[in-house]
């Protein structure tokens, strides 16, 4: 087939696709210091299944209702809603009609709110990122292999999907494209089906135009449908919730394939290559195939835009599989002879580190499954981020409130003394107002001038009820680095450096020591900046925090020397497994104050123990060992982690014997020292590895001490 047609077809999909991109890009930022209800609307008037943690429970109890009247005056668009509720000010009180998809009428009252730029980037911002990625790859890998079964089923899951997630943002106004993304929205499901029938493997090969009758008919047919009824309430959300549930379908059809073919090929290295798009794969759907089904299954209940927050990564592995040049059923690019010769060296560089990956020479290679751990990570770091900074300029109480309302230990010099006395306690009423959750308590507090005295009402770790007067005060940016910075800096360093070094490390002992500290460890002090608001991590952070002191033991175990070939294998099993089940029952008891509190203390002395066994090994084998030169490349190392754990040693172990009376956010200050430490004995390529593994034998450790693949 003539390449000419294709490449005229493309270009004016792309030139659309792009103008689609930028006019919703443009609309979108409209909403940026506007006054909202709270909720979003869509052009029929009803409430879709959109909302963000911060704005509230009460907005998910709206999902599906279609707005009738607003203060009592009946409303005919979504225009008049927004206009009537812009003209006031943020915090304003409304009162709201709906009418449920059953026919019912309810009335609620519900304060508006200002939409934040950090509103725009959690909802608006994923939208536009996954269109852009989406529709990009689609489009790339079919015109660089139009031939191609899978490059087509590829192109029509892109497409629905980057025009679903486009569209989508355009939903809540000016509502322009309102019909084309439920077109996108009836559609991708279709798309994604076809690709799980042709990508990894090509199912299609026998019957393939019947079969994708048979597959896209049906969802056609549904669009129609849906069309018909775009402005029935009842009949929408009846349709919407179809769609949502095929979805979900569909996305588990294509998990079910990429894993089995996963699991079913008999060549080991195409096992590994498929395993680099299919941990993309799951890593990507697995979030969005539960929330779409979930809110399918629970009458749309359950908000579906955090589906945008990993599906992009799916497009992305594809993008690495491209690089690859023969990833994408092992031989994508084949015929492919780049005309640019930079290109062309570039990409044979690209083979060349693959090459010494695949061979074990100078790294490992990586399994899919530490893929996602280090893709869902980056996501994670990237959505902590994101989060913090929304703290700076904003009142709070004094101190710092926990999901289950709990004080944590965690407090700044220059803030009021008697916060240290507070810790460990729960806030059940504010002014005598009692409070059910810490955003209850951080927005009475906001409606008070900063400076303004506010009584506490707190229950103590033993049941006693004790009061506490403290000022409202302004979270500055000095609070912000002095405060999240450190966690921020630590708990990325440690993940960033764990993945580095089992990628780079030729050695699976000290590589998956490493990667458990860093992992497990810089997460728990990564989260640490989210326990606080808006708590989208705690459970992970609790999970981490009773796991940390194994991975301390795991790591002194590997490092500086092997102890795990002396017999401590079954030993490190039933550390893990005895902290396992320390983070079980903390997940039972995180909101029983009592009971959080006892785990909490037990888990920070546990991680005290654990800092000390890192500390004293690693100085046991620096003097014992018989080789200056050993000793000479491990110092650097060694010093890195006496410093970095010294400090939060003794504050994990202080704070956990005095039931938690000392601040411990101060153990991050030095963390990042150990991560840090190791990527520059990474990057002079003499300090870690061969060396590092020294036993006290002087011709055994100086035989060892040569640099990285030599």
Known sequence: MSRRPIDFTLAIGIVASALLLTLTAFNTTNWIG???????????????????????????????????????????????????????????????TLRAPDGTATVVEMASRQFSFLDYSLIFGAYLFCALVFTGTGFLVFWLRPDSAASAGLLSACLGLGFYALTGADLYGPHWLFRLHVVAECLFPAGIIHLALVFPTNRLSGARGSALTAIYLPFVLLTVVYQCVLYWPGAYSTLHLVASAAQGLSGVALLAAVIYDRFTTDSALVRWRIGIVGAGAVTAFIGPAVLTGSSGLFGGSVPVNGAAFTAFIFPFSLGFAILRRDLLQAGLFAGWKPSSRAVSSWLERLDGIAARVDSGTGGRAAPAGVIALAVLSALVIGIT??????????????????????????????????????????????????????????????????????????RTPSGDTT???????????????????????????????????????????????????????????????????????????????????????????????????????????????????????????????????????????????????????????????????????????????????????????????????????????????????????????????????FSTSNTRATKGAGPIGS
């Not at 869509?42 to 279609?66: K, M, T, Y």
């Not at 997940?587 to 006892?598: D, I, K, R």
């Open 34 to 96: 506007t006054t909202f209800p709270g909720f979003f609307l869509l052009e029929n008037r009803v409430v879709p299944s959109i909302s963000l943690p911060h704005w509230g429970a009460e907005a998910s109890e709206l999902f599906q209702h279609q707005v009738v009247a607003v203060d009592g005056n009946e409303v005919r668009t979504s225009k008049e809603i927004y206009a009537y509720v812009a003209g006031g000010d943020p915090g304003s009180v409304i009162r709201y």
């Open 385 to 458: 981020v994101t989060n913090s900074t929304d703290w700076v300029d904003r009142k709070f109480p004094g101190f710092l409130v926990m999901e289950n309302r709990v004080v944590p230990s965690v407090s700044l010099s220059h803030w009021d003394e008697t916060t240290a006395g507070l810790f460990q306690h729960q806030v059940v009423a504010v002014d005598g107002r009692a409070v059910h959750d810490s955003a209850e308590i951080y927005a009475l507090v906001d409606q008070r001038p900063t400076g303004t005295d506010t009584e506490y009402t707190l």
């Open 467 to 693: 009061t506490a007067t403290l000022p409202t005060a302004r979270f500055t940016k000095a609070d912000y680095y002095s405060l999240f910075g450190p966690f921020l800096l630590t708990g990325g360093s440690f993940i960033v450096v764990g993945f580095l070094v089992f990628f780079l490390q030729s050695s699976a002992t000290l590589g998956g020591g490493m990667l458990s500290l860093g992992l497990i460890g810089g997460t728990f002090v990564l989260t640490a900046v989210d326990l606080y608001g808006p708590h989208w991590f705690f459970r992970l952070h609790a999970a981490c925090e009773a796991l940390a002191p194994a991975a301390l033991i795991h790591f002194a175990l590997v490092f500086p020397s092997n102890r795990l070939q002396n017999g401590y294998r079954a030993f490190l099993f039933s550390v893990y497994l005895g902290f396992a089940a320390m983070a079980v029952l903390y997940q039972v008891v995180l909101h029983m104050p009592t009971g959080y509190s006892a785990m909490h203390l037990a888990s920070v002395a546990a991680q005290g123990f654990g800092g000390l066994a890192v500390l004293w090994v690693v100085t046991y084998d620096l003097l014992t060992t018989t080789s200056d030169l050993v000793r000479q490349r491990v110092l650097v190392v060694a010093l890195g982690t006496f410093v970095a754990f010294l400090l939060p040693t003794v504050v994990s172990g202080a704070t956990g014997f005095s039931e938690g009376s000392v601040a411990v956010n101060s153990a991050a200050v030095t963390g990042f020292l150990m991560p840090m430490s190791l990527a520059y004995a990474m990057v002079r390529r003499r300090s870690v590895p061969q060396s590092a593994y």
